[in-house]
């Protein structure tokens, strides 16, 4: 059981240019996020979904774009990379129930610079 | 009014000592306060939570305090340990359309001397 993984672990772009970040969990969970941590500003939601097919914003969304096809996997896309998105990016994910909080488990993370 | 705000940012605390870390929220709707705690390189991890019907929760060294009328709570570490070292976010959350979305607070850099 390797709970969330994430790929790559590091990775630098060119401003304008675009990549994909990969997150996949085998725990059968039917919620996935994304965060991204700036220092000193906590972490902050940028896309949920709550099943396959289903995407919502969080809030920080503008220059990214989500989809979720399978339970396992959902993908982050950065369409045109700006200095601005350079952050540490987690993933999560939880079973998706009223009860307790909903525990969040997260992924490694990606460390991204745009240059 | 969707605010946690942490303090203090950065902790040096001596080996057996007490950290202690402190969160305040605004929105009254919250009913969920987790303590994440994350290594360098590494992603939180859940250290423990607490719900706003009781005033404290213990396990093992850490101990989460609530102040339902102020809006506050707290982690407490007891006896702390290099091994303590690490950043500490509290986060509040409520269910709300069909979700659990969670705000973090800011985070608090641990750093036990040995």
């Known amino acids: 059981n390797a709970g969330v993984t994430q790929t790559p672990k590091f990775r630098i772009l060119k401003i304008g240019q675009s990549m994909t970040l990969q997150c996949t969990q085998d725990?059968?969970?039917?919620?996935m996020y994304w965060y991204r941590q700036d220092p000193g500003m906590g972490l902050k939601l940028i896309y949920y979904s709550v099943g396959a097919g289903i995407t919502d914003k969080g809030e920080v969304p503008n220059g990214y774009n989500v989809s979720r096809s399978t339970t396992e996997d959902f993908p982050l896309r950065l369409e045109l990379a700006a200095p601005s998105q350079t952050s540490v990016y987690f993933c999560?994910?939880?079973?998706?129930?009223?009860?307790?909080?909903?525990?969040?488990?997260f992924g490694p993370g990606t460390r991204l610079t745009v240059l | 009014q969707q605010q946690v705000k942490q303090s203090p940012q950065s902790l040096i605390v001596q080996k057996g000592g007490i950290s202690i870390i402190n969160c305040a929220y605004e929105n009254t709707a919250f009913d969920y306060f987790p303590w994440y705690q994350q290594f360098p390189g590494k992603g939180p991890a859940l250290l423990i939570a607490i719900r706003p019907d009781v005033s404290e929760k213990k396990e093992g060294r850490f101990t989460i305090s609530f102040n339902k009328s102020a809006k506050q709570f707290s982690l407490h570490i007891m006896d702390s340990q290099p091994g303590d070292s690490a950043t500490y976010f509290c986060?509040?959350?409520?269910?709300?359309?069909?979700?659990?979305?969670?705000?973090f607070g800011t985070g608090t850099r641990l750093k036990v001397l040995a």
């Open positions: 725990m059968n969970h039917n919620y």
């Open positions: 999560a994910s939880s079973r998706g129930t009223s009860g307790w909080g909903d525990t969040q488990y």
């Open positions: 986060a509040a959350s409520t269910w709300t359309s069909g979700t659990y979305k969670y705000i």
